[in-house]
């Protein structure tokens, strides 16, 4: 990759972390939701000149097993998007968009895919209220809960960043996270990443391109 091309995917993904959802703190400062790369890639998203390296962090799935994300992320694409499901706002569109975005794919692309969604919420997003709120996407998806200094280690080993926001008038609580999505391939190393603003269109033409191995250098 080109020395200009490689500091504009930085950029991009530096500009990543300072997205949020929920009200306040750091991580909201600056969307970035039409960010978009031009580069040969043939991405819509951005692939990393330095891939990100998932450490062994063992939480817990829907059905309240262990699950290390980075053994078990087997198939050619996994992707892993951190949010919570009290989320009033961009944790649901992004989640629509990611299950708009597996329709768009044949069976067969299907089955080579994996979504896991991270509770950054562990407080209240236990297995049960993971399975219920994935479900009213996609009843494949997975969802991890556990220890909150798992998530956050696990989170931020992939660049998205988590804090307690601001108490609301209700008596409850925002989650400031990162708002994009990780592509992750088998061997716990992550080279995509799509912000929140991808449309389905275009994250399932990502998802093809690299099912059928066609990003260079990968």
Request: hydrophobic share 40%.
């Amino acid at each position: 990759m080109p020395r200009a091309l490689a500091a504009a995917v930085v950029a991009v993904v530096t500009a990543l972390l300072l997205t949020g959802c929920g009200g306040g703190g750091v991580a909201s400062q600056s969307p970035v939701a039409d960010v978009r790369m031009h580069d040969d890639d043939g991405l819509h998203g951005a692939v990393l000149p330095r891939p990100y390296a998932l450490p062994a962090v063992t939480l817990r799935d829907t059905s309240s097993r262990p699950y290390d994300l980075a053994a078990r992320a087997s198939r050619p694409l996994t992707l892993v998007f951190f949010g919570y499901t009290h989320c009033p706002d961009v944790c649901q569109v992004v989640m629509a968009n990611i299950a708009s975005a597996f329709t768009r794919l044949d069976p067969a692309q299907r089955a080579r895919v994996s979504m896991v969604f991270v509770t950054t919420d562990p407080a209240r997003d236990d297995a049960a209220a993971l399975r219920s709120y994935l479900d009213r996407f996609n009843p494949d998806f997975e969802g991890l809960t556990g220890d909150l200094p798992r998530i956050v280690r696990l989170g931020r080993s992939v660049g998205v960043y988590i804090e307690k926001g601001q108490r609301l008038p209700s008596g409850g609580y925002d989650v400031t996270h990162g708002t994009q999505v990780i592509g992750v391939l088998p061997g716990a190393k992550a080279p995509f990443v799509w912000t929140e603003g991808t449309s389905p269109a275009e994250l399932a033409d990502d998802m093809t391109t690299i099912l059928d191995d066609k990003v260079p250098g990968l």
